[in-house]
């Protein structure tokens, strides 16, 4: 498998490049507009096909590549169902695999963070968008953020994949690339709670300001990062 994590060090988002082969086809996950031509060298670069752009939820933090990304390689842009981004291609459903050569994802919905997140499960890692991350969850404090269904979320279905699982988030802060679901369970501060309850006061309590993009980012996001925000 050919698998690349990259870095947009102005949003601190990981977007990872995923194909089965060398000459085949791509998939791409949160990708970030102003990272777009690097995405498309390294494509080509590695002889690989884009044929699949996917957001884990609709970003606050930074434009999304996925309108540009279409627009250059005509792959095909996908969220989840519960997504507001009408631009999308297509949308999936929980239990929906994203298929891509003879790679599989199997996605789960993981709301809390937002009522759109999606997690996209492969047999030895998942990616979390910003439903888990490394040693954090995602805060639950706007775009319909909801620290119960997070809760679930991570308690019912993230931490219930096998202990091996390697965790690969949307973001980091703190110059981690990757964890396991085991590793998460046992030292990720926001999961050593007694209940939903705790988890609830706990993140009913975080004070954080909105991202400084909040208000440009949603809205353009709605449109795939093709139109900006008046
Ligand atoms: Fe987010």
Same mark, same amino acid.
């Given at each position: 498998?050919?698998?690349?994590?990259?870095?947009?060090?102005?949003?601190?988002?990981?977007?990872?490049?995923?194909a *089965?082969?060398?000459?085949?086809?791509?998939?791409?996950?949160?990708?970030v507009?102003?990272?777009?031509?690097?995405?498309?060298?390294?494509?080509?670069?590695? *002889?690989?096909?884009?044929?699949?752009?996917?957001?884990?939820?609709?970003?606050? *933090?930074?434009?999304?590549? #996925?309108?540009?990304?279409r627009?250059?390689?005509?792959?095909?842009?996908? @969220?989840?169902?519960?997504? =507001? +981004?009408?631009?999308?291609?297509v949308?999936?459903?929980?239990?929906?695999?994203? =298929?891509?050569?003879?790679?599989?994802?199997?996605?789960?919905?993981?709301?809390?963070?937002t009522?759109?997140?999606?997690?996209?499960?492969?047999?030895?890692? !998942?990616?979390?968008?910003?439903?888990?991350?490394?040693?954090?969850?995602? &805060?639950?404090?706007?775009?319909?953020?909801?620290?119960?269904?997070?809760?679930?979320?991570?308690?019912?279905?993230?931490?219930k994949?096998?202990?091996?699982?390697?965790v690969?988030p +949307?973001? *980091?802060?703190?110059? @981690?690339?990757?964890?396991?679901?085991?590793?998460?369970?046992?030292?990720?501060? &926001?999961?050593?709670?007694?209940?939903?309850?705790?988890?609830?006061?706990? @993140?009913?309590? #975080?004070?954080?300001?909105?991202?400084?993009?909040?208000?440009?980012? !949603?809205? +353009?996001?709605?449109?795939?990062?093709?139109?900006? +925000?008046?």
């Amino acid at each position: 498998m050919i698998f690349r994590q990259l870095f947009d060090h102005t949003s601190y988002t990981y977007t990872y490049l995923i194909a *089965d082969r060398t000459g085949g086809e791509a998939l791409i996950i949160d990708p970030v507009l102003e990272q777009a031509d690097r995405y498309l060298r390294l494509i080509n670069e590695l *002889d690989l096909h884009l044929v699949l752009s996917v957001d884990t939820h609709i970003h606050a *933090d930074h434009i999304t590549a #996925l309108g540009a990304l279409r627009e250059s390689t005509d792959c095909i842009t996908a @969220m989840g169902q519960m997504t =507001r +981004a009408e631009c999308v291609s297509v949308t999936f459903n929980e239990g929906d695999a994203l =298929r891509v050569g003879s790679l599989r994802l199997n996605t789960l919905y993981t709301p809390g963070h937002t009522e759109d997140s999606y997690s996209f499960v492969m047999p030895d890692r !998942v990616f979390t968008g910003d439903t888990l991350l490394i040693r954090g969850t995602g &805060r639950t404090d706007f775009q319909n953020g909801d620290p119960a269904a997070q809760y679930d979320s991570l308690f019912n279905k993230l931490l219930k994949l096998p202990p091996s699982v390697l965790v690969y988030p +949307a973001h *980091d802060y703190n110059g @981690m690339t990757v964890s396991t679901i085991g590793e998460e369970k046992q030292h990720n501060p &926001r999961l050593q709670v007694t209940g939903e309850k705790a988890y609830l006061d706990m @993140m009913n309590s #975080l004070k954080l300001d909105d991202p400084r993009l909040m208000d440009v980012a !949603v809205p +353009a996001n709605r449109e795939c990062g093709l139109k900006r +925000a008046a």
